[in-house]
């Protein structure tokens, strides 16, 4: 039997070799490699081989580009966008640690939208073909990538929801609880965080104007919701904004 030489996919000057493993990694049960065993585990990080860092403002990949490689975000904040036929940029989300990039390519090919570093972040590159090689192999890996999606499908339809059927008072409200969950979630105060996007990326996403953004941030912090300086935001009373998110009409 003739012995195979490994598999060998190119590595742009951006990227460089991994250096800390999976198994090591503060993210895990955050990440695709939840629920591995340890075998598993071993293989998988042959498939995280490499690691990616991008200065704030930088683009991790362009709408149209060949879709090859799925991101998980190790550190910093991205925002996903698409750009209409006017050449306006509509925000389509905001990822964080633990978070995958890129995996709306997996149908179509191609990335639909553009990612962009928001801060000076870090990313580990997943050739999807080795993904897909494994997941044939590893059932655990393959029900992790199907949950992976469906939290995809599910954060669409609460997007879509977001702009079709709440006030502008609700959609903030829903994007600070989204916020405050994904950060306890990681370990971090769900109720005191750095917002990375600008008010008009905010505006953006939520489908609502810079002006409108910027007074109900004002009106929140009137009516004691909230505390605002410049970017940094601390939530005064999280289930008084449940309750304005579940109640207002």
């Not at 370990?187 to 905010?202: K, V």
Request: proline fraction near 3%; hydrophobic fraction near 40%.
């Amino acid at each position: 039997m003739i012995a195979t030489a490994p598999r060998v996919i190119p590595i742009s000057p951006a990227v460089r070799r991994f250096e800390v493993t999976c198994g090591s990694c503060n993210l895990r049960e955050l990440c695709l490699p939840q629920s591995l065993s340890a075998d598993e585990m071993h293989r998988f990080e042959r498939v995280v081989y490499a690691r990616r860092r991008l200065k704030r403002g930088e683009s991790l990949f362009a709408a149209g580009d060949a879709f090859k490689t799925v991101y998980a975000v190790r550190s910093g904040f991205f925002k996903t966008s698409i750009v209409d036929g006017e050449g306006r940029e509509q925000v389509t989300g905001f990822s964080m640690s633990g978070e995958l990039l890129g995996i709306e390519g997996i149908g179509t090919g191609t990335y639909n939208g553009s990612a962009f570093a928001l801060e000076d972040s870090e990313v580990c590159a997943l050739p999807y073909s080795l993904i897909e090689e494994m997941a044939a192999e590893v059932p655990a890996l393959q029900r992790r990538m199907n949950t992976v999606l469906a939290r995809e499908i599910v954060r669409d339809h609460g997007v879509m929801m977001l702009l079709g059927s709440m006030r502008a008072e609700q959609r903030l409200a829903a994007f600070l609880i989204n916020l405050s969950k994904r950060f306890t979630a990681r370990g971090y105060s769900p109720s005191d965080f750095n917002l990375r996007m600008t008010r008009d990326e905010i505006g953006s996403y939520l489908g609502l104007k810079l002006e409108t953004v910027s007074r109900l941030f004002s009106r929140f912090q009137e009516e004691g919701l909230i505390e605002v300086q410049q970017k940094h935001v601390r939530i005064m009373d999280i289930p008084r904004l449940e309750r304005l998110l579940a109640t207002l009409h």
